[in-house]
T-cell receptor, first 113, second 112 residues
Framework: DVKVTQSSRYLVKRTGEKVFLECVQD?????MFWYRQDPGLGLRLIYF?????MKEKGDIPEGYSVSREKKERFSLILESASTNQTSMYLC???WGGGGEKLFFGSGTQLSVL | TQLLEQSPQFLSIQEGENLTVYCNSS?????LQWYRQEPGEGPVLLVT?????EVKKLKRLTFQFGDARKDSSLHITAAQPGDTGLYLC????????????FGTGTRLKVLA
């Protein structure tokens, strides 16, 4: 079974801190995604990557950056965390060439105080 | 404006009851997916529907894609506490893209 692992289940940070959220998948998937999930708003795409060192902005990229130096790892970076970035962050991956099924990690609940 | 509208937003029912949740849009889709997210976990794909009018069954869950491919429904027969979770519909953002768009979800609670 595909495994998508997010490094932290819960994270508490202070305003202004630099925050790294890590995601690793073990199925050689080309495509990886970062979503945030907020009550009443569903899942909103922050960034996605279709290959190593390649990235595209999603719907809400402001305040975030990403890094994909290796195929299996996709990192989400909050350069200067703010309270409005308190949210559940979900990483997902899928294979290229028309892969239809997204595989999700268990999520990281980030609280910015 | 939300591309995918789901209703109801919340649903609390007793074990054994039947229910239907809906996913609607004004746009036509080539395919649509349903995911279930259990508390503390990420969403897991339940089904993909592709053809207008298509009906797929997964045990007590019945999924239907509208004839015009603009809407979909999920019907659960004899709900059980294990069905509790957030049900999300999703579509691909367009041909040639791997961007997935999700609805706002229906949060279901089944009471024993």
């Amino acid at each position: 079974d595909v495994k998508v692992t997010q490094s932290s289940r819960y994270l508490v940070k202070r305003t202004g801190e630099k925050v790294f959220l890590e995601c690793v998948q073990d199925m050689d998937h080309e495509n990886m995604f970062w979503y945030r999930q907020d009550p009443g708003l569903g899942l909103r795409l922050i960034y996605f990557s279709y290959d190593v060192k390649m990235k595209e902005k999603g719907d809400i990229p402001e305040g975030y950056s990403v890094s994909r130096e290796k195929k299996e790892r996709f990192s989400l970076i909050l350069e200067s965390a703010s309270t409005n970035q308190t949210s559940m962050y979900l990483c997902a991956s899928t294979w290229g060439g028309g892969g239809e099924k997204l595989f999700f990690g268990s999520g990281t609940q980030l609280s910015v105080l | 404006t939300q591309l995918l509208e789901q209703s109801p937003q919340f649903l609390s029912i007793q074990e054994g009851e039947n229910l239907t949740v809906y996913c609607n849009s004004s746009s036509v889709f080539s395919s649509l997916q349903w995911y279930r997210q259990e508390p503390g976990e990420g969403p897991v794909l339940l089904v993909t529907v592709v053809t207008g009018g298509e009906v797929k069954k997964l045990k007590r869950l019945t999924f239907q894609f509208g004839d015009a491919r603009k809407d979909s429904s999920l019907h659960i027969t004899a709900a059980q506490p294990g069905d509790t979770g957030l049900y999300l519909c999703a579509i691909r953002g367009g041909s040639g893209t791997y961007k997935y768009i999700f609805g706002t979800g229906t949060r279901l609670k089944v009471l024993a």
